[in-house]
Each structure stands twice: as C-alpha cells, then as structure tokens.
Nanobody, 121 residues
Framework: VQLVESGGGLVQAGGSLRLSCVAS????????IAWFRETPGMEEREETACINSDGSTYYVDSVKGRFTISINNAKNTVYLQMNSLKPEDTADYYC???????????????WGMGIQVTVSS
C-alpha cells in the first residue's frame, strides 16, 4: 500500500489549498481515509478530517466549515479542500488509510510521507 500526498505549499491567510492523496494497493469494502496534521510540540497527530467508505465524514472542530474532504474512487484519490486558511493551520499534513472507521486510525495503519502547508499572516 502506498499513499502519496501532493498540493501543499505556502499560502497567505484567507487563501485556499487543495491537498490530494493518491492511494495504490489499498482495497477494502470498509475503510476510512483521513488527513492528519502535526506541528512541533504536538504529542500526537491530530485527525483533521476523515471520510468513511459509507461517505460519512468527520472534522475536528477547528476546521468545520472551512475544510472539505472528498473521494474520487475512480482515481483512488482523496482530496482535502482547505479554504479560509489561518496561520494556525500551518502544519505537516499526512494522509492515512485503514480498514476501519474514522477516529480509529492508528500508527500501524497505512500512512503517507506527509506534506507541508504554511499559512502566512
């Protein structure tokens, strides 16, 4: 299984970015794919947004109304549309997948290498 993130970079506060995660070698009828983020000093990565195989989603409170997670099954790609970005959204963002449900993705599941997002004020 390989997860490859793209779309990160530097953006001004109030701007938008779309992250992409292409998954290869991962097949399951029941799954969850999530975006986590990590900043220095965090004890553990924060599950920022997640989508289950039934289409249900989860968002951490701080991004509700600003971020949208979606999936294109034909392209094996999960997207994270990030709007109204704030400096506090600055982090390394990781794509993760599991044969499980949102809020139940663990370090021994499948993870990408991460991508940096920087929001300047």
């Amino acid at each position: 299984v390989q997860l490859v993130e793209s779309g990160g970079g530097l953006v001004q506060a109030g701007g938008s970015l779309r992250l992409s995660c292409v998954a290869s070698g991962f097949t399951s009828d029941d799954y969850a794919i999530a975006w986590f983020r990590e900043t220095p000093g965090m004890e553990e990565r924060e599950e920022t947004a997640c989508i289950n195989s039934d289409g249900s989603t989860y968002y951490v409170d701080s991004v509700k109304g600003r971020f949208t997670i979606s999936i294109n099954n034909a392209k094996n790609t999960v997207y994270l549309q990030m709007n109204s970005l704030k400096p506090e959204d600055t982090a390394d963002y990781y794509c993760a997948a599991a044969r499980s449900t949102c809020r139940h993705i663990y370090p021994d599941d499948y993870w990408g290498m991460g991508i940096q997002v920087t929001v300047s004020s």
